[in-house]
């Protein structure tokens, strides 16, 4: 074997064990850097830029909402050149953190495909440690620059915890940590299904206020590299739209 065969026998070897490590080398160096993926990579089924910052993964998301209410979907990254494609790696551009509604799944909302969302979903979008270790994921080993936590019109998990409240009741097994989750969000000056229509975008508020203040995501945040956003979807429209 020649120098040069086993300098190139090296660097496959290099090569090898930083994909068997990370899933793909690219994420490896978005780690690295401490910073989100900033290449002109396209997206797995080639359709354009993949987005790599707050406000162009908020726009593709906008994008995929407006397709979805009208009935004008993509269904992108779905293709059989796209499942093989991301057996070497991931590369979400986006964490959703959604309730565990059969009616509000992001993919379909959003109108993304396979390797574009990192979906972390609990009823009534409610944090607990499995969830903020989700996200953290998201944000600190794949680079992704935006999270987006989702409520949604007539929400279960909010309706049960305003009705637990109203009635004293303690609801059965571990529905409970949802209710006192939940609880700081409820208005007591409202009634009747204005009060859960406002607990659902409170609870959002406070969820995002959370959120941003976690140490790991804060300096993120801070130098613009990540966003935390609120956001509710109605069922009677289909439509996202964002909770200031």
Same mark, same amino acid.
């Given at each position: ?6 300098q ?6 290099? *090569? #090898?064990?930083r !994909? ?7 994420v ?9 993926? @900033? ?10 830029? +993949?987005? @790599? @910052? %707050?406000?162009?993964? /908020?726009?593709?998301l ?6 979805? +209410?009208? #009935? ?5 990254? +779905? ?5 093989? =494609? ?6 979400? #551009? ?8 059969? +009616? ?5 909302? #959003? ?7 990192? !979906? ?8 607990d ?15 992704? %620059?935006l999270?987006?936590?989702?409520? &949604? ?5 909010? !309706?049960?915890?305003? &009705? ?6 303690? /609801? ?11 609880? %700081?969000?409820?208005? &007591?000056? /409202?009634?009747? =299904? ?6 659902? @975008?409170?609870?959002? *508020? ?10 790991? /995501? ?17 069922? !009677?429209?289909?439509?996202? &739209? *964002?909770?200031?």
């Amino acid at each position: 074997m020649t120098a040069d065969d086993e300098q190139r026998a090296l660097l496959g070897r290099r *090569r #090898f064990v930083r !994909t068997a490590l990370t899933g793909s080398v690219v994420v490896t160096t978005g780690l690295v850097s401490g910073s989100a993926v @900033t290449s002109n990579a396209t997206r797995a089924d080639g359709r354009g830029a +993949r987005p @790599t @910052t %707050p406000e162009s993964a /908020l726009r593709e998301l906008a994008a995929g909402n407006a397709r979805w +209410r009208t #009935f004008h979907e993509r269904n992108p990254d +779905r293709t059989r050149a796209v499942r093989q =494609t991301l057996v070497a790696g991931q590369r979400p #551009f986006a964490v959703v953190l959604g309730c565990v509604d059969s +009616r509000v799944p992001p993919e379909l909302v #959003f109108d993304q495909g396979l390797g574009d969302l990192l !979906t972390v979903r609990s009823a009534g979008s409610v944090l607990d440690e499995a969830v903020l270790a989700s996200i953290t994921y998201g944000v600190l080993e794949l680079g992704i %620059p935006l999270i987006v936590v989702l409520g &949604h019109q007539s929400c279960g998990a909010v !309706t049960a915890a305003v &009705h637990a409240t109203d009635d004293g009741e303690h /609801l059965p097994g571990h529905m409970q940590y949802l209710a006192d989750q939940i609880h %700081p969000a409820i208005d &007591h000056s /409202l009634r009747g =299904t204005a009060r859960v229509d406002a607990a659902v @975008t409170a609870n959002v *508020r406070l969820v995002r206020s959370r959120l941003a203040t976690e140490s790991d /995501l804060a300096p993120r945040i801070t130098a613009g590299g990540l966003a935390v956003v609120g956001a509710r979807y109605e069922l !009677t429209s289909q439509q996202v &739209h *964002r909770i200031p």
